[in-house]
């Protein structure tokens, strides 16, 4: 079975730093596309970033929301795929998702179009508060 599942959600402070990690399972992560996600109270599904298939020809996208806080990295060997936040911020403070999408979809296709990824996890929550 296919399957994503995140980690790394806590308490942290203003300024703090956090490395959220999405574990991958039942598929081969190299010859997907991948995004994060996330959706504070009351809010609505917001993609934070985005990185496509390929070695050569992949790329990673982020909305100019992200303010270049957020960055995405993967270790194909392991089938993870990692998101960094740095400079965090109380309005950060979300339930952050990792999405899956088959090649030709996804980040390529719409960036972060959460009806574009096909394979989500769970959520793993973050919350910053001094």
């Known amino acids: 079975q296919v399957q994503v599942v995140e980690s790394g959600g806590r308490l942290v402070h203003p300024g703090g730093s956090l490395r959220l990690s999405c574990q991958a399972s039942?598929?081969?992560?190299?010859?997907?596309?991948f995004g994060w996600f996330r959706q504070a109270p009351g809010k609505g599904r917001e993609g934070v970033g985005c990185t496509s298939v390929g070695v050569g020809k992949g790329f990673s996208w982020y909305p100019d929301s992200a303010e270049g806080r957020f960055s995405i990295s993967r270790d194909k060997d392991k089938n993870m795929v990692y998101l960094q936040i740095d400079n965090l911020k109380p309005e950060d403070t979300a339930v952050y998702y990792c999405?899956?999408?088959?090649?030709?979809?996804?980040?390529?296709?719409?960036?972060?179009?959460?009806?574009?990824?096909?394979?989500w996890g769970q959520g793993t929550q973050v919350t910053v508060s001094s």
């Open positions: 039942g598929f081969d992560s190299a010859y997907y596309a």
């Open positions: 999405a899956a999408a088959q090649a030709g979809y996804g980040c390529y296709r719409s960036r972060t179009t959460p009806s574009d990824y096909d394979t």
